[in-house]
């Protein structure tokens, strides 16, 4: 049996072996006596489970493992560089991988349940690794110079193997028998031939050509059947036993003695429970795919020619139950368990067993009687989890406020405000969120989550937060201040829903988020990334909205997405995308229409622009180590014939002149290159972008996580290149961006008629496209580059004992840039700024650390500081403003630790901003600021302020100056004047909760 154990909601990133003790106790009692009952007397693993395992597994259950290196197959780090695609040609890769498997024969050679060494895992149908030589040759000819290198490495291990052991047998995992000729002249020390077989209920000549090539046992390594009918869109597990019951007939049939060829030794059935990660790899853990992936004719209930049939996610024999705190779970067995619990009571190797018992024995197996006996565990399940409508989640918040302060403009409880906080003294809030999950049926299903409110909290110092809309408003009535009381107490929090059709993928969502297309052939990042973490919440943002389908069949590489608000800000659009090769290229074509306008928003952050209208076209190739991609955009049509200022400096000033958009203003194109070789890295990318082909912010990272980056900003020339170098664990990079507007922004500081460039009242403006000449470095320590430092989830998949970055990076800002726009008190009105900063150069460093110091105890943390300028400025020479009008040189550093059920997350920063986005934009600053986190949760606690079940204590605490909001050192005219001299104010919070997340 291909067993493991993959709790729903992880990945591969997970390990049962790395669970205490206790866990991994529990899971073997509750998953290796069902294996015993059904008759396994022998497991697959792949290197990473401990010798104890492998004997408590063997001695209690009675059950063998076989042991599975991978030889590379997914990928393999070489002096420091994590290479997915490996190169068996590399001499010092050979080696590593060899010196590898010598490490491991003499680590487990004497484990008691050992069977059998097993190398790859179909690594023939992963030979992609490309290089001059192997491009050289003929088309044809490419695959089978790769396979023998692939080969000669596993004889040449093989024969490693041998001479540590030879009371184990050697095997490897080929897909299928492609190569066979290959493995016959390379891997003459082979005892066993195991392959990776789908072909349905028979294998045909497969016994066959393994005894004329390789004169070798022959195994299933891989084989079965999945339990879902891609045809009919339903759990089909009827089906499934079918296909079991006769390819493990085959097998007895073709093992010794039998009268036939009589190589067979067994097989091991793919796979024991259900893999919910298996189609997304990285997303959609929880959900159980129904996504066919790839055809296969061997099975033909629900193949039709030219659509996929073979569903992932669905290939165990048991089904998987919801995992509890601790990760465990329970599985329920599907009709397959019950047909070979009972194919597997006939002794193959009885001097009675021939070919009339074997037929006989497994033609009075029913799959239709196997499939009632499940029926009581399928109940059983959908006992645990319903099955149309159910209650899926609940989440309890429950916390206090303890605020106070000095030289501050809060008042007491005593004389409360109307705006937040209302006042400095003690309050408690209640928020609830309640899950609802809905599933039609088996390929269809939706999920909305309500928010209901208790008492709102009107005292903490951080005083935009979600339930904040719930809070007591004061309005006029007749002349006399009304409060009223609940407002909004319950509204919808997230919802979404899925459809996987035969002819489409639908995924509607509802502030729950959604990947850009960069992976995608969106060269240009006009369709953003909508994962927002809490700052949705904090702002109360409703994004995004709408849907996505992905076509299928015919329509494959068709994808198109609609919505009044796909990301946050965006207008109301629709975009349509279709992706295909042709040739050695991947080729994209995007067109994308905003036919409204977005009102509302909520913080400066998501400004709504005017609509506009694009179309894309993305190349991409790769010729031996060299990448290129060229791509073209054409945006802005619906601006064309606006006007719009240029101000040319004179030595008395500035003329102003008036231009307006033309149809050659809306294109750009962009050209990028990359090159790889062992341990360099270096890309260069060069853009241009009319005056209004406004594309977006470049999503994907290339090779390392530098600032410097296009910005995706119409009205543009740049120039970008870098260079990534492995040393060992090191990784340093140097990184250059040059790049100017095409026209100018309009100073602050010019007389009228001159008036900066807004992004809401005028074609363009300079802001991100402000000229710039920078350069940076960063250098990165990773000694296990497998868990990518950049991932979005390193915090949670990084696996170092220490990993850490430190980077630096130096903008030269000769101009000025058009004006940002900011947002008014009521916190939906924007306005823009007078002006912009002056030229003035800014700098940062940059640093993080990750480390998991063991299972239970993990720290991340991240240090920032440099110059930096505010989003808005003013000239005024007669009243200027003494808070925006500067620039601050900031310090910030903050960490999370975890050890068992425990953790803490602090911050210190100096001189820093605020944490919301008008702080920056009014230069709002905190001379010190401070906070700390301790909280104890049911099971490890979750990371990426993911709900948990915890309780906590938190304390914040802050000087304020006369940059501070809220600071008042006294008054002039009962108002508070913050120009007063006094003493630094100060402004604290102490916070209780305690949260439950089921």
């Not at 990518?788 to 696996?799: G, I, K, L, S, T």
Request: glycine letters at 10%; a negative charge; one cysteine or more.
């Amino acid at each position: 049996m291909n067993w493991g154990y993959m709790p729903i909601g992880e990945n591969y990133n997970y390990s049962l072996w790395e669970q205490p003790d206790d866990v991994i106790v529990e899971a073997l009692t509750r998953e290796m006596p069902l294996l015993q009952a059904m008759g396994i007397n022998a497991i697959r693993q792949y290197v990473g489970i401990p010798p104890r395992w492998i004997q408590y597994i063997y001695q209690r259950y009675g059950i063998y493992t076989i042991l599975n290196h991978t030889v590379g197959r997914y990928g393999y780090t070489l002096d420091g560089v994590w290479y997915p695609s490996v190169d068996y040609s590399d001499e010092r890769l050979r080696q590593a991988l060899k010196d590898e498997w010598v490490a491991l024969v003499e680590e487990y050679r004497a484990t008691p349940g050992l069977l059998m060494w097993l190398l790859g895992n179909e690594n023939n149908y992963g030979l992609t690794w490309t290089s001059f030589e192997i491009e050289a040759l003929p088309k044809g000819e490419r695959d089978a110079a790769r396979a023998r290198y692939l080969y000669s490495l596993f004889g040449e291990i093989i024969d490693e193997v041998k001479k540590l052991d030879t009371d184990h047998p050697v095997a490897i995992a080929n897909g299928d028998l492609q190569y066979i000729d290959l493995i016959a002249e390379e891997c003459k020390g082979l005892d066993v031939l195991g392959s990776n077989v789908y072909r349905g209920i028979s294998a045909r000549d497969f016994f066959q050509v393994i005894k004329d090539k390789l004169g070798v046992p022959a195994m299933f390594t891989e084989f079965g059947a999945d339990a879902w009918n891609a045809k009919e869109m339903r759990e089909d597990q009827v089906t499934q036993a079918k296909y079991l019951i006769g390819q493990w007939q085959e097998i007895y049939e073709q093992s010794s003695g039998k009268g036939r060829v009589g190589n067979a030794i067994g097989g091991v059935i793919f796979q024991w429970s259900d893999g919910w990660w298996k189609f997304g790899q990285e997303s959609r853990l929880d959900v159980h795919d129904t996504n066919a992936s790839w055809p296969n004719a061997g099975y033909p209930e629900d193949y039709v020619e030219g659509e996929n049939n073979m569903n992932e996610e669905w290939w165990g024999i048991t089904s998987k139950g919801p995992p509890d705190h601790r990760t465990l779970y329970h599985v329920y067995p599907r009709a397959a368990y019950y047909a070979l619990q009972q194919a597997f009571r006939l002794d193959p190797y009885a001097p009675e067993t021939n070919l009339d018992v074997i037929r006989s024995h497994f033609g009075a197996i029913q799959p239709v009687n196997a499939a009632f006996q499940a029926r009581s565990d399928r109940a059983s399940q959908l006992g645990e989890e319903f099955k149309r409508v159910r209650l899926s989640g609940l989440r309890m918040e429950f916390e206090t406020y303890s605020t106070g302060g000095t030289n501050i403009s809060t008042p007491t409880a005593e004389n409360p405000q109307p705006k937040l906080p209302a006042y400095l003294g003690f309050d408690h809030q209640q928020s609830f969120f309640t899950d609802f999950e809905a599933r039609p049926a088996d390929n269809i299903s939706g999920r909305v989550s309500l928010n209901i409110l208790g008492n709102v909290g009107v005292n903490p110092i951080d005083e935009i937060f979600y339930e904040n809309r719930g809070r007591r408003r004061a309005v006029e009535i007749d002349g006399e201040l009304v409060d009223l009381t609940g407002l909004e107490r319950v509204r919808v929090y997230q919802a979404e829903v899925s459809w996987d059709d035969r002819w489409f993928r639908l995924d509607g969502f509802y502030r729950t988020g959604h990947l850009h297309w960069g992976f995608e052939g969106d060269f240009f990042g006009i369709y953003r990334d909508a994962y927002y973490g809490e700052n949705l919440d904090i702002y109360n943002g409703e994004a995004p909205v709408g849907a996505e389908i992905a076509g299928k069949k015919w329509m494959e590489g068709l994808k198109v997405a609609f919505g009044p608000q796909l990301w946050w800000g965006a207008n109301p659009a629709v975009y349509v995308k279709y992706q295909r090769k042709f040739g050695r290229f991947d080729m994209a074509g995007i067109y994308q229409d905003e036919f409204a306008r977005q009102r509302t928003t909520t913080t400066s952050f998501v400004i709504p622009l005017p609509p506009t209208r694009r179309a894309t076209l993305y190349a991409k190739t790769n010729w031996g180590p060299i990448g290129i991609e060229l791509g073209g955009i054409w945006a802005g049509s619906t601006k064309v014939g606006e006007t719009f200022q240029i101000a040319e400096e004179t030595d008395d000033g500035y003329n102003i002149y008036v231009d307006q958009v033309k149809d050659s203003d809306t294109f750009g194109g962009k050209a990028k290159l990359t090159w790889e070789h062992g341990r360099w890295h270096w890309y260069a990318q060069a853009a241009r972008a009319g005056i209004v082909a406004d594309g977006g912010p470049t999503e994907p990272i290339t090779f390392t996580d530098w600032k410097l980056k296009d910005s995706g900003f119409f009205n543009q020339t740049n120039f970008i290149s870098g260079l990534a170098v492995n040393i060992g664990n090191y990784q340093i990079g140097p990184n250059f961006l040059w790049q100017k507007p095409i026209v100018g922004p309009i100073p602050g500081w010019a007389d009228p008629p001159a008036e900066p460039r807004n992004l809401v009242e005028d074609p363009f403006a300079v802001r991100d496209n402000r000229e710039t000449i920078g350069g940076e470095i960063l250098l990165t320590y990773d000694p296990t580059p497998a868990t990518w430092f950049w991932a979005w989830d390193n915090d949670v998949r990084e696996n170092a004992r220490l990993a850490w970055s430190l980077g630096y990076v130096y903008r030269y800002l000769p101009t000025t840039m058009d004006a940002a726009i900011g947002i008014l008190e009521d916190g939906r009105t924007f306005f823009p700024f007078p002006g912009a900063p002056p030229p003035k150069n800014l700098w940062e460093v940059n640093g993080r650390v990750v480390s998991k110091l063991g299972y239970n105890t993990r720290v991340v943390g991240e240090l920032s500081f440099g110059r930096a300028a505010p989003n808005g400025w003013t000239y005024d020479p007669e009243n200027p403003d003494p808070i925006l009008t500067r620039f601050i040189d900031r310090f910030s550093v903050e960490g999370r630790v975890t050890s068992g059920p425990v953790a803490f997350a602090t911050f210190l920063k100096i001189n820093d901003w605020g944490p919301f986005d008008y702080h920056r934009d009014f230069n709002l600053t905190f001379p010190l600021h401070v906070m700390g986190d301790l909280s104890y949760s049911l099971g490890k606690p979750a990371w990426f302020d993911n709900p948990n079940t915890k309780i906590g204590l938190r304390g914040v605490w802050r000087s304020l100056d006369v940059y501070s909001n809220r600071y008042c050192p006294g008054r002039t005219d009962d108002e508070c004047d913050p120009s007063l001299p006094g003493d630094d104010g100060t402004e604290w919070e102490i916070r209780t909760y305690f949260h439950v997340s089921i």
